[in-house]
């Protein structure tokens, strides 16, 4: 959904009791890239599997936004079993840099957000390119692409970050990127 200016002042009376749901988020407050990108922040996502869109503020005035982080965990949810598990906001940060790095006026297309251990399972058994205990399941990664982005470029930003893991997926049309260990990796 796309935020009105009603909804502005709303989210800025939220941002202030932010930093105890932060806090929860095991002392994810600041992380590194965050620190890099000040003011407010903001993505846009078009979940491919549910047809859902959603443009929100997710950081403003030096706070993760509530409302807005469930609302970015419902459309990342996993869409076979409708499970919602809350997305790392360093991944959040991470794709935001993304964006910014590419210029992207368009939406991120989200191939597949949080996976439940159900799901992974069966994916996992279908293909030997999904980890038994993908990041995934951690609400750390996202397949993703961007439209009017060539996909290699989107690869080599996400690289350029050293935020975690990007695999290339060029048959299947797709990056993933994740906040685990820094690694690289090419799949079909």
């Keep these: 959904m796309t935020h009105t200016p009603s909804c502005r002042h709303r989210r800025r009376f939220l941002a202030a009791g932010a930093g105890a749901l932060v806090a929860g988020l095991g002392g994810l407050a600041r992380p590194a890239l965050a620190a890099a990108m000040p003011g407010e922040r903001t993505l846009a996502f078009d979940n491919l599997h549910t047809g859902e869109r959603l443009r929100t503020a997710y950081w403003v005035q030096g ?3 509530p409302d807005s982080l469930a609302e970015i965990n419902h459309l990342l949810r996993d869409f076979r079993t409708d499970q ?3 997305i790392d906001p360093r991944l959040l940060d991470t794709l935001h840099a993304i964006t910014l790095r590419v210029g992207a006026s368009r939406s991120i297309q989200v191939i597949s957000g949080y996976r439940s251990p159900v799901t992974n399972h069966l994916l996992h058994e ?9 990041l995934h399941m951690d609400g750390m990664a ?3 692409r961007i439209p009017g982005c060539e996909l290699s470029q989107l690869r080599d930003v996400a690289l350029s ?3 975690g893991g990007v695999g290339f997926y060029p048959r299947s049309d797709f990056v993933h990127v994740d906040v685990g260990r820094v690694r690289r990796w090419s799949g079909t």
Excluded: F, T
Aim: charged content about 10%.
């Design 126 to 134: 279908r293909s030997s390119q999904v980890a038994s205990h993908s």
């Design 63 to 65: 706070q993760y936004v």
């Design 161 to 163: 970050l050293g935020a």
């Design 84 to 86: 919602i598990h809350a």
């Design 142 to 144: 996202a397949d993703i």
